[in-house]
């Protein structure tokens, strides 16, 4: 579908697939698609500026509650803060053995926070930005926008990464380089099978970050997807009110799904890294 304004049932399939693409810069200009599954000349616009965009609220946010802090008459949103920190301090001391480590507190709660912004951007309804879009700019094209930054496996797949990236760097710290080298040659089935445990625990270690990305994609992907198909029943004046019915009670499902995801990315995290820093493998 190539315009917003279109009837979503005119052509369903069409109006699935425009759904679900982004503003490229760099992609095919026939099926605004990048070139090939990994191209480093395709970039998301709108994945990149919606995510950015919540990380500025998220800043602002805490700056602003920071500065007028006062324990005696807590406003809603101080309040609010503090409950979302202190849930998180509560999971990194069940789980993490270093508490005295200070980066792993604000990197919790920024993944937690961050992700669950970024997964709520799927209770805005499907057509709405786009449309919105297309005001604003007169440019149909401008009507490919994808506002859920996790619906992208480059979000998913970029905050994986960093998570892995520091699993290595803690693994490094506290065991060296060689003893994090050691960890691949006999890990875990001892140093007679050392071409076997190379290749197990690699498999394991990369399954991390992979399983990571994938697990947040696939579920906020399949809500998206299941918000379009809701939005193609209105087809008819009839429908509307199965459509409305439909829309909510997914709407109020699908809250529990975007905030346990953020949850499992936050504490897969603090699991990781406090493997990472064990003497035990």
């Not at 990380?55 to 803060?81: E, Y």
């Not at 507190?105 to 920024?110: Q, R």
């Not at 394991?204 to 998206?224: D, T």
């Not at 009839?238 to 905030?259: D, E, K, N, R």
Request: aromatic share 14%; hydrophobic share 55%; net charge negative.
């Amino acid at each position: 579908m190539s315009e917003a304004s279109a009837p979503a049932t005119a052509n369903p399939v069409e109006y699935i697939q425009h759904h679900l693409t982004n503003w490229c810069i760099g992609c095919d200009p026939v099926t605004h698609k990048p070139a090939a599954l990994i191209d480093f000349n395709a970039f998301f616009v709108d994945t990149w500026l919606v995510g950015a965009l919540l990380a500025l609220v998220m800043m602002l946010v805490a700056w602003k509650v920071g500065r007028n802090v006062d324990p005696d008459k807590p406003t809603g949103m101080q309040n609010l803060i503090e409950f979302v920190v202190e849930f998180v301090n509560q999971q990194i001391e069940d789980i993490f053995p270093d508490r005295k480590n200070k980066w792993i507190g604000p990197v919790a709660l920024t993944i937690f926070v961050w992700v669950f912004l970024m997964n709520a951007m799927d209770l805005i309804p499907v057509d709405l930005m786009p449309w919105l879009a297309t005001l604003v700019t007169g440019d149909p094209h401008h009507t490919y926008l994808k506002v859920v930054p996790t619906t992208n496996l480059d979000t998913t797949f970029a905050l994986a990464f960093f998570v892995f990236g520091m699993v290595i760097y803690y693994n490094i710290k506290t065991r060296g380089v060689v003893g994090y080298i050691k960890t691949f040659l006999f890990h875990p089935f001892g140093k007679w099978l050392m071409p076997v445990n190379i290749v197990m625990t690699a498999i394991e270690e990369i399954a991390k970050p992979v399983s990571l990305a994938l697990r947040l994609f696939g579920n906020m992907f399949a809500g998206e997807l299941l918000f379009m198909l809701i939005a193609l029943l209105s087809f008819s004046i009839w429908a509307m009110p199965a459509q409305v019915a439909l829309g909510g009670m997914w709407a109020i499902f699908h809250i529990l799904v975007i905030t346990l995801q953020a949850f499992i990315f936050m504490l897969l995290t603090i699991v990781y890294l406090s493997l990472a820093v064990t003497d035990e493998h």
